[in-house]
């Protein structure tokens, strides 16, 4: 199984059986979010830089309940999820530098 998703820099984002698996296993709420996860890279609401380079991906899915993906970006234009999780504090996102929002 493997699936990707549309970046909004038209980065092919694959999410593999693998880092799905590493994903339900840490977070196994989200084991029903498999199509909200690459939705969310897709259609975000906001973009962050992260500190490795890394992108994260924010969209509320319920109020005050928000679905976080962390991806990279590589050459020539692929890339691929490194996780997600689920969060009602993003306050700490503040800090980071917003790359892209609605």
Known sequence: MMDAALSKNNFKIRLTSERWLHITEGHSELAGYYFDILDTIENPEFIYEGSN???????????????????????????FVITAFLSKKINYLLNKKLLWKI
């Open 53 to 79: 380079g890394e992108l994260l991906a924010v969209k509320e899915i319920n109020k005050g309940k928000f679905i976080i993906v962390i991806y990279k970006e590589v050459a020539p234009d692929v890339g």
